[in-house]
Structures are given as C-alpha cells and as structure tokens.
C-alpha cells in the first residue's frame, strides 16, 4: 500500500507532536545533526503569484542542500499566469515533480491544488495564511527562550493578516498565550479565531498596550499586505497607534524578543530603534526559514 501523501497547507495541518517534531527536525538540521541528501533526486516546483525574497531564496537553498532541485515557475512565463487551471497544473506538474511549493492571493486555490495533486504541496503565503513564516518563527523562540512553548505569552500588534492568523493556528495546536491588537474593521479571520479561542487562551483587543503587557514576544507585519496596495493611505490612518516602539516594547517581559516576518517598513508598524535594537531577532527569523522549511521538506517530500 503506497503512504498517503502530506500537505503544509495550513499549521493545523500537522498536530502538537508533529509540529513539535518538525521544529526539533529544525533545530538539527541547523546544527548539522541531520545532514546528507535525504532529496537526491527530488524535484520542487515553486509558483509564486506574488514576490518574494526570503521564500523563494530558502525554498530553492534548502531543496539545493539537501540534494534535490527546485524549478522557479511565475505568472509571467508560465502557462498558469494565462489562465490553465489549477487542477490541469496540479496533474501536469505531479508527473514530473515531487512536491510542490505556492505562493498565491486566494487560499481556496491552494487548497485546489493540494486536492488535485497527488504530491505534497506546500503553502509559502496566501492572503489566509503564511504556515512556512510562523514556523521559523517558533524556532527562533524556542531558540531564544526555550523549547517549550506552553506557557509563553506572544502579542501581535496590528493587522490581522496571514500572519496574525498563522500565530492563531499555532496557538490552537501548541496552547501558548496569544494576544492581538488590532484596529476595528481589521481582525482576523473569524473562523480561524474561535477555533483556536475554544481551546486556546487567544483574545482581540483594541489596546497594543494592552496586548503588549508581560509578553515574551512581541510581533507585528506590514499594514499593507501584497495585493493591498491600493488601501494602504486608507490603512495608515487606521492603524495609528500601532506602532511597535520602544515604549510599547517597556510594557512586555524584560527579555522579551521583537519579530516581524519582513520585509518591513521602519516608522510604520515598528521603529527603526525596536526593528534595529537589541530586542530584535528579526534577521535570525528570517534565517530560520531556512531551516524550518529544510524539515517541512525532509518530512513531506523524504
Ligand atoms: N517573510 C517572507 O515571506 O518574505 P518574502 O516575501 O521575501 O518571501
Ligand atoms: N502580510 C505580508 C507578509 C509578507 C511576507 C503580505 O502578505 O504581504
């Protein structure tokens, strides 16, 4: 009997003792425990509907080192980005690659994707979710406070984007304390909120200070996501008040870290003197997608 394949659609793809085995995977792979070409052989696709910088680089780095390849596909000279459907790409691109890798504006095409796939596939940000991002994210606490996850407290300050909604998955599956503060009219998705809220300590509130108090970690994103463009004057004025700085960063746990997924903009959702500052881990996080994505890889495409 052949093994069903696995997706990385969405965090709760995964349970507490997969993930948790995922990131420990991480932390192995980081250090050289778990070396040698576990992908020789294999192949990634990687279709990016939106741009990239850190997920592109890692994604085809990681498949390099360990021993597989992965091929660029984007709307400009692909077929996909003239209108072939999904699940036509889906069955092509299963016949001659291993896994899978998009990043797109719609979550349900992911999820069309994955369905009609007979490989893995891997979701590297939608306008829902950004799993690959939170994942890193994780690594780096655990690399800064400790393993265990439970009993942190993290507060996300602003829009209740793919980010914020990546963290609210990672709660409802790992059972840390998560605050968010966003603007009204800027939430996250509901769904994915009272999910998590019912068995996970997650509430909303208007007040970054609020959501800052005591925090281990402090994080925040652009207020203007990809494909957001067009609103971003409208955001600004929204989300006055939001700002991470450094006194916003006085109210979390003295040792409390700073993370932001990148790329960043400095005087907007966080200041130069925080993003620069000695609470920052934000060029570590970014590293850790390296890393974190390296086990994605071993344990769906291995
Ligand atoms: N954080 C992140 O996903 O970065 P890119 O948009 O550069 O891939
Ligand atoms: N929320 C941001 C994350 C970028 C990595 C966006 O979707 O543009």
């Not at 993003?275 to 086990?295: C, M, T, W, Y």
């Given at each position: 009997?052949?093994?069903?394949?696995?997706?990385?659609?969405?965090?709760?793809?995964?349970?507490?003792d997969?993930?948790?085995?995922?990131?420990?995977?991480?932390?192995?792979?980081?250090?050289?425990?778990?070396?040698?070409?576990?992908?020789?052989?294999?192949?990634?696709?990687?279709?990016?509907?939106?741009?990239?910088?850190?997920?592109?680089?890692?994604?085809?780095?990681?498949?390099?080192?360990?021993?597989?390849?992965?091929?660029?596909?984007?709307?400009?000279?692909?077929?996909?980005?003239?209108?072939?459907?999904?699940?036509?790409?889906?069955?092509?691109?299963?016949?001659?690659?291993?896994?899978?890798?998009?990043?797109?504006?719609?979550?349900?095409?992911?999820?069309?994707?994955?369905?009609?796939?007979?490989?893995?596939?891997?979701?590297?940000l939608?306008?829902?979710?950004?799993?690959?991002?939170?994942?890193?994210?994780?690594?780096?606490?655990?690399?800064?406070?400790?393993?265990?996850l439970?009993?942190?407290?993290v507060?996300?300050?602003?829009?209740?984007?793919?980010?914020?909604?990546?963290?609210?998955?990672?709660?409802?599956?790992?059972?840390?304390?998560?605050?968010?503060?966003?603007?009204?009219?800027?939430?996250?998705?509901?769904?994915?909120?009272?999910?998590?809220?019912?068995?996970?300590?997650?509430?909303?509130?208007?007040?970054?200070?609020?959501?800052?108090?005591?925090?281990?970690?402090?994080?925040?994103d652009?207020?203007?996501?990809?494909?957001q463009?067009?609103?971003?004057?409208?955001?600004?004025?929204?989300?006055a008040?939001?700002?991470?700085?450094?006194?916003?960063?006085?109210?979390?746990?003295?040792?409390?870290?700073?993370?932001?997924?990148?790329?960043?903009?400095?005087?907007?959702?966080?200041?130069?003197?925080?993003?620069?500052?000695?609470?920052?881990?934000?060029?570590?996080?970014?590293?850790?997608?390296?890393?974190?994505?390296?086990?994605?890889?071993?344990?769906?495409?291995?």
């Amino acid at each position: 009997m052949t093994k069903a394949k696995r997706d990385f659609v969405a965090v709760p793809d995964f349970d507490r003792d997969g993930l948790m085995h995922l990131l420990e995977r991480a932390r192995r792979l980081k250090i050289g425990e778990e070396g040698g070409a576990p992908l020789a052989g294999k192949s990634l696709a990687m279709i990016f509907r939106k741009s990239s910088t850190r997920t592109r680089v890692s994604f085809e780095v990681g498949m390099t080192q360990l021993g597989g390849h992965a091929l660029f596909l984007s709307d400009r000279d692909s077929q996909m980005g003239r209108g072939e459907s999904v699940r036509d790409t889906a069955k092509v691109l299963s016949g001659y690659v291993d896994g899978i890798m998009i990043r797109t504006f719609a979550h349900a095409e992911v999820e069309d994707l994955a369905r009609y796939a007979s490989i893995p596939v891997i979701n590297g940000l939608t306008d829902l979710l950004h799993p690959c991002q939170v994942m890193a994210d994780l690594q780096t606490v655990q690399e800064e406070l400790g393993p265990e996850l439970k009993g942190r407290t993290v507060a996300w300050i602003g829009d209740g984007n793919n980010m914020a909604t990546s963290w609210i998955n990672a709660a409802y599956r790992l059972g840390f304390r998560l605050r968010l503060a966003c603007p009204e009219g800027y939430d996250p998705d509901a769904d994915i909120l009272d999910r998590a809220r019912a068995v996970a300590d997650v509430a909303v509130t208007r007040d970054p200070t609020e959501a800052c108090e005591g925090a281990d970690v402090v994080t925040t994103d652009v207020w203007a996501s990809m494909g957001q463009e067009e609103e971003a004057r409208a955001r600004t004025v929204a989300f006055a008040g939001f700002t991470v700085d450094s006194e916003l960063m006085g109210r979390a746990a003295p040792e409390a870290i700073f993370l932001h997924c990148l790329p960043a903009h400095r005087g907007e959702e966080v200041s130069a003197d925080v993003i620069d500052g000695p609470r920052s881990r934000v060029f570590q996080e970014a590293e850790n997608r390296l890393h974190a994505q390296k086990a994605i890889l071993v344990e769906l495409l291995g």
